[in-house]
């Protein structure tokens, strides 16, 4: 495949190919490899995966992954605020497609907890997600052709403090009138200070959303995933 024209920058690392279940298990054993790195010398591992049908292939491919996965603890970088038996819950999404094989030891943390609204359930998720060491170890986000990553919207009216790179808060509701439903999203500084972060991207449009994106890298508000458009980033992308 011609490698498609878009200059990263520098300490950008790019895993590019034409085969979208290969760029998936591609991106399987990067991140498989690096929890295996991380559980010999942590007693735990932490792995934050994004909802969507991009990351299907890349799911079941890791959860064929031999890995202590009793010891890695496991949730999702925002969910939609709705039942798990949902057809837009991201959370039936990890279940039936990640929550598989081998991994079906993980532990795993869910952002859906009781409560009519995110804004209720909060404290929950909060308490849910104590157990947390942080940095957290992997993170693997989407993106959204508006510049969202997670859900962290641009037009959420909790943005400002929800990407505020002090923001003390682990979690955020997100209310954003262009979306169908109200959501929760792990803030910007866990997500940014991970140690191991990929983009995981497909299309064509994607491509040109990133490219658009790194043009103004400081203008966060505007496209939200720029506050993760750092050295040491991988993009993985097929078309």
Do not use: Y
């Not at 007693?43 to 991009?54: E, F, H, Q, Y």
């Not at 959370?91 to 079906?104: I, K, P």
């Not at 859906?112 to 929950?124: D, N, R, V």
């Not at 262009?178 to 995981?200: E, G, M, N």
């Amino acid at each position: 495949m011609k490698t498609p024209e878009i200059d990263l920058p520098e300490g950008f690392h790019a895993h590019f190919g034409d085969d979208p279940e290969q760029v998936a298990l591609d991106l399987a054993k990067a991140v498989a490899g690096f929890l295996r790195e991380r559980l010999a010398e942590a007693p735990r591992a932490s792995l934050v995966v994004s909802g969507g049908s991009t990351p299907l292939p890349f799911f079941r491919a890791l959860s064929r992954a031999d890995l202590d996965w009793r010891r890695v603890d496991l949730l999702l970088a925002d969910e939609r605020w709705v039942p798990e038996d949902d057809p837009a819950s991201n959370t039936r999404l990890v279940r039936e497609n990640l929550l598989q094989g081998h991994a079906s030891d993980a532990h795993f943390l869910s952002l859906k907890q009781p409560g009519a609204t995110p804004l209720e359930g909060l404290e929950a998720v909060k308490e849910e997600l104590s157990c947390l060491t942080l940095p957290l170890d992997v993170v693997i986000l989407g993106m959204g052709n508006d510049g969202h990553t997670a859900s962290l919207f641009p037009d959420a009216p909790e943005l400002p403090r929800a990407m505020d790179p002090d923001c003390p808060d682990l979690v955020a509701a997100a209310t954003p009138p262009s979306q169908p439903h109200q959501r929760i999203s792990l803030t910007r500084p866990p997500l940014r200070d991970a140690r191991f972060t990929a983009l995981h991207l497909k299309g064509g449009d994607k491509l040109e959303t990133l490219r658009r994106a790194l043009v103004t890298p400081d203008d966060v508000m505007s496209m939200p995933v720029r506050g993760f458009l750092k050295p040491g980033l991988n993009v993985f992308w097929s078309p």
